[in-house]
């Protein structure tokens, strides 16, 4: 299939396609006679892959960790588990973080009547250091 046909039965765009080339996500396919790269299947397969994993909070670099353990015949699941559980790690942190800056700003929200002129607004005071 055309690089147009794969973008559509993977549900990207072209461009997502030629840019998971120039990031190695996929190989470049060879090239036709007529200069058309064709590829397989197999492509749809793995940006479907990438999107999932996207989803699931994946960075680009770690699907591309993810998709090497799947080719490498001496890995095994204990590897993928592991790099799950860092991504769970992460998470959590960030949970953290989300929550202290929800309770910051609700603090913020609550100085504020929202009535008034802003250049008296103390949520911008306080983003301004003031």
Known sequence: M????????????????????????????????????????????????????QALGFTLKEILELLSL????????????????????EIDRKMVDLKRIKTALSELVSCCSGRGPTRE????DFMEGQ
């Open 2 to 53: 055309t690089r147009g046909q794969l973008a559509t039965a993977a549900g990207v765009s072209s461009e997502t396609v030629r840019f998971y080339e120039q990031k190695a996500l996929i190989p470049k396919p060879e090239r036709t006679a007529s200069g058309y790269r064709k590829y397989s299947d197999e492509f749809v397969v793995r940006i479907r892959f990438i999107k999932r994993s």
């Open 70 to 89: 799947r080719l490498e015949p001496d890995s095994d699941r204990a590897d993928v588990r592991r790099q799950v559980n860092e991504k769970i790690a």
């Open 121 to 124: 607004c103390p949520i911008l």
